[in-house]
C-alpha cells in the first residue's frame, strides 16, 4: 500500500555542531601579548624552541610585534571578517561619468583631427587631389589619428592606401619589410656552429637531456653553444623534440547512464551555497533527492562544508529509508566532500555504489542542478539570509511545498510525494475520468483525439 504523506521520515537533517566549529585557531590580544613577553625574555636559540612548543612560525611572532608597535595592544585586536566595504551609488556613478568623459573626449579629438585633415583636401576628385589624399593619410595625418580614421574621412580605401605606400619604397626597404621566414637572422649561428650544437645535443653526456640542462650545466663549464630557444630550433628542424617522459595520457570519462524505474533506486545530491546578509562565509545547502520521483529525501543547511557532515547526512538519510545493502546507486559530482576517502568507506560500508559526474563538467549532475535552480527563483526566495536559523527556517517551508504541493514538469506534472509514495496511479485516474468526461461533451475541441493523462517516465 502507498504510503500516506504523514508516514514519511522527516527531511530535515541537523548538522552535528562539533562539526560546524571553526577549523582555524584564533588567537586573543592577551594570548599575543603573552607570546610576546615571552620571546623578547628568552635567551639565544630558545625562541625557537618557544614557536614550536606553541605551534607558531616566526613570522607570524614579527607581525603581532609590528601590529603592537604600530597600535600598541588594541592594534593586536583582529578585526572582522568580511569583505570591503562597496562604494557608494554616488561614487560609482561619479566613476561611471569619468569614464564616459574619457570616452567622450576621445571622440572628440578623433573629430577634430579629421577635420583638420579634410581641410587641406578639396572636393574635386582629381589625379593630382587624390595623390595628395594619399600622400596625407601616409605622412601628414595628425598625431593620434589612426589610418583608420583617416582614410574613413577621406573616403580612401585603406587597402589601396598601404598599396600605395610600399609602391614608394626602395629595394632595400621591401627587403627589410619580407617576411621573417624568409629573411636570414644576421645574429643567427651559422653552419659550423649549428653542427656543434647538434654534436652536443646528441652526445652520450646529454642525450636524455632537456636544452635547459644543457645550457646550465654548459655554462657552469664555462661554453656557450646558444640559447635555450636557438637549442629547441635545432631540435624542432631534425623533428627530435617529442615528448619522451612515460605521462599518463589526458583521461576521458565516460558519460554517467543511470536508470531508475522505482524510488529509492538512484538518489542525487548536490551542494549549493546561500549567501548570509553580513559579512562572513556563505551557508551551505545539502541536499539528498530520489532519481525516479524528485523526492527531496533529505536536507541540511550549516555553516561548513565538509565529508564528515556529509556523512552524517548519507547515514542518517539511509537509516530513515531501512535502504539494504547493494539497493541504492548514489550519484553526485567530483566535490572534496563527495571524493573524500573516509565519504567513500562510509558509502562502502552502506552497501551503496557510487556515482561520480565527469570533471568540470555540471550538467552531469542535472536533476540536483535544476533543483537549486527552482529553489533561488521562487518569487519569496530572500536572497540573503540572517543567518543559519533563518535559512532553515525558509528551506522547511521550500521543501514542503516542493515535495507535496509542487507539480513537476519532469514526472508528467504529478508531485514528488505522489510519485514517490505511489499515490499518483489514483490521482492520474481521477485526471483520466475528469478528461474523459469534457472529450465526451466536446469531442471537437481535441482535435487530436481522446486526451489520455500523461504518466511519469517508465
Not at 306 to 326: K, P, V
Request: with cysteine.
Amino acid at each position: 500500500m502507498p504510503k500516506a504523506p504523514s508516514e514519511l521520515p522527516e527531511s530535515q537533517v541537523s548538522p552535528d555542531p562539533k562539526q560546524e566549529r571553526r577549523t582555524r585557531r584564533q588567537f586573543t590580544t592577551e594570548y599575543k601579548l603573552q607570546i610576546i613577553a615571552e620571546a623578547d625574555q628568552c635567551q639565544r636559540g630558545e625562541v625557537g624552541q618557544l614557536l614550536r612548543r606553541e605551534g607558531l612560525y616566526s613570522s607570524q611572532l614579527n607581525q603581532w610585534r609590528r601590529e603592537r608597535a604600530a597600535g600598541g595592544p588594541e592594534g593586536l585586536a583582529k578585526s572582522a571578517p568580511g569583505p570591503v566595504a562597496s562604494t557608494t551609488p554616488e561614487q560609482r556613478r561619479i566613476e561611471q561619468l569619468e569614464k564616459e568623459n574619457a570616452k567622450l573626449s576621445k571622440r572628440l579629438q578623433t573629430a577634430e583631427a579629421c577635420i583638420d585633415l579634410q581641410k587641406n583636401v578639396v572636393t574635386a576628385r582629381s589625379r593630382e587631389q587624390w595623390e595628395l589624399c594619399v600622400n596625407q593619410v601616409v605622412t601628414q595625418r595628425p598625431e593620434g589619428l589612426s589610418v583608420t580614421a583617416a582614410c574613413r574621412a577621406l573616403g580612401l580605401n585603406r587597402s589601396t592606401v598601404y598599396a600605395r605606400q610600399r609602391e614608394g619604397l626602395s629595394e632595400e626597404q621591401r627587403a627589410a619589410n619580407c617576411s621573417r621566414k624568409e629573411c636570414v637572422q644576421p645574429r643567427a649561428l651559422n653552419a659550423e656552429e649549428r653542427q656543434r650544437a647538434r654534436d652536443v645535443l646528441y652526445s652520450e653526456a646529454y642525450q636524455d637531456q632537456p636544452p635547459d640542462e644543457i645550457y646550465c650545466d654548459l655554462l657552469e663549464q664555462g661554453e656557450y653553444i646558444g640559447s635555450v630557444r636557438t637549442l629547441y630550433r635545432i631540435l624542432a628542424e631534425d623533428r627530435a623534440t617529442r615528448e619522451r617522459r612515460n605521462q599518463r595520457p589526458a583521461q576521458h570519462h565516460t558519460i554517467p547512464r543511470l536508470l531508475a524505474t522505482a524510488p529509492n533506486q538512484v538518489w542525487t545530491w548536490d551542494i549549493s551555497k546561500l549567501p548570509t546578509t553580513g559579512p562572513g562565509p556563505y551557508l551551505s545547502l545539502y541536499v539528498v533527492m530520489d532519481l525516479y520521483s524528485r523526492y527531496v529525501l533529505a536536507w541540511m543547511v550549516s555553516r561548513k562544508e565538509n565529508s564528515t557532515l556529509a556523512q552524517q547526512l548519507m547515514s542518517e538519510a539511509a537509516a530513515r529509508y531501512a535502504i539494504a545493502q547493494g539497493s541504492l546507486t548514489l550519484h553526485q559530482d567530483r566535490g572534496a566532500p563527495m571524493t573524500a576517502h573516509g565519504y567513500l568507506d562510509l558509502m562502502h560500508e552502506l552497501g551503496i555504489v557510487c556515482s561520480h559526474g565527469r570533471p568540470r563538467t555540471s550538467e552531469d549532475n542535472a536533476f540536483s542542478e535544476g533543483q537549486f535552480k527552482t529553489l533561488k527563483y521562487q518569487p519569496d526566495y530572500p536572497g540573503r539570509f540572517e543567518n543559519a536559523s533563518h535559512a532553515r527556517q525558509w528551506c522547511e517551508a521550500y521543501f514542503d511545498w516542493y515535495n507535496f504541493q509542487h507539480h513537476h514538469s519532469g514526472i508528467g506534472g504529478y508531485t514528488p510525494e505522489q510519485v514517490f509514495t505511489g499515490r499518483f496511479e489514483l490521482v492520474h485516474a481521477q485526471r483520466q475520468q475528469v478528461l474523459d468526461t469534457q472529450y465526451r461533451r466536446h469531442p471537437e475541441r481535441f482535435v487530436q483525439g481522446a486526451p489520455v493523462a500523461p504518466r511519469p517516465p517508465e
